[in-house]
């Protein structure tokens, strides 16, 4: 099994800026994709970002041009640089680890408990 732990949200200014952070407990090396979802009150669970084993990234287009998503393999770690936040952001983030492609676990996802964001207008 894989252990997300999310770090970084807060409370922010419209405009401001945050780093989320996703910390695994093994190698992500061999997960198909990882990811930050978010979930606002009252709605369904949307894709934010995701990022490949292969470093390709894909973006909700309510995001584009605003958040980044990185990973360093060496640190398990995935990253969600957001810039230009908008009251609309507020919402839980959480990281998703897409399909394990280990053979101990091999098809698992995988989920964090997820990291609270605030923009206030």
């Known amino acids: 099994q894989v252990q997300l732990v999310e770090s970084g949200g807060g409370l922010v200014q419209a405009g401001g800026s945050l780093r989320l952070s996703c910390e695994a407990s093994r190698s992500i090396a061999m997960i198909n994709a990882m990811g930050w979802y978010r979930q606002a009150q009252g709605k369904q669970r949307e894709l934010v970002a995701n990022?490949?084993?292969?470093?390709?990234?894909n973006y909700a287009d309510s995001v584009k041009g605003r958040f980044t998503i990185s990973k360093d393999n060496a640190k398990n770690t995935v990253y969600l640089q957001m810039n230009s936040l908008k009251p609309e952001d507020t919402a839980v983030y959480y990281c998703?680890?897409?399909?394990?492609?280990?053979?101990?676990?091999?098809?698992?996802?995988?989920w964090g408990k997820g990291t609270l964001v605030t923009v206030s207008s």
């Open positions: 998703n680890a897409e399909r394990s492609l280990y053979i101990w676990d091999y098809g698992m996802d995988y």
């Open positions: 990022i490949a084993r292969d470093g390709s990234t």
